[in-house]
């Protein structure tokens, strides 16, 4: 996005689900030195994103942008930003996945996100179980595909 932000922090998902992994590898490769106390686990709920918001502010509390691994739990790190006086996006830039709406338009300020195609997901997930590829039945074909997303501006970054 080109903000000049140096200390971006990330609210992940819960480790144990393939999406959270891939959002925080998404973000360790696009920063070229990652500080592990500008990482906090979350859980997907707007009340993961305020813990986690919490902590990374507690543990490195000049951190200038955040990217929250879902728009729920980066409504939550907005809460949390508003709480503790820290200007949004003067301060602080927040980010969030998966442009979750109305969630991403009604947040103070409104979300800017990441947004992926659901539907397309949803008919590909489809076509890949009815051909035999989510079993044993495994098909040719590949094991996952990766959709393309766009980054959608609002007042957050």
């Keep these: 996005m080109g903000l000049g932000r140096g200390r971006v922090a990330h609210i992940t998902g819960p480790l144990d689900q393939i999406s959270a992994v891939d959002r925080l590898d998404g973000y360790r490769d696009a920063?070229?030195?990652?500080?592990?106390?500008?990482?906090?686990?979350?859980?997907f709920t707007p009340a993961g994103g305020e813990r986690a918001m919490q902590q990374l502010l507690d543990r490195v509390p000049e951190l200038d942008a955040v990217f929250a691994a879902n728009?729920?739990?980066?409504?939550?790190?907005?809460r949390v930003l508003r709480e503790r006086d820290r200007r949004v996006p003067d301060d602080v830039a927040?980010?969030?996945?998966?442009d979750m709406l109305p969630v991403a338009e009604q947040t103070d300020p409104p979300l800017t996100t990441i947004r992926q195609d659901i539907e397309e997901m949803g008919r590909l997930m489809a076509d890949m179980l009815l051909r035999g590829r989510g079993g044993e039945?495994?098909?040719?074909?590949p094991d996952s595909v990766v959709l393309p997303t766009a980054?959608?501006?609002?007042?957050s970054a």
């Excluded at 728009?71 to 907005?78: F, H, I, M, V």
């Excluded at 927040?94 to 998966?98: A, E, M, N, R, T």
């Excluded at 039945?137 to 074909?141: E, Q």
């Design 151 to 155: 980054l959608v501006r609002r007042a």
């Design 94 to 98: 927040v980010v969030g996945f998966d």
């Design 137 to 141: 039945g495994l098909t040719s074909g």
């Design 31 to 43: 920063l070229t030195d990652v500080d592990p106390r500008l990482i906090a686990e979350g859980d």
């Design 71 to 78: 728009d729920l739990s980066a409504s939550g790190a907005l």
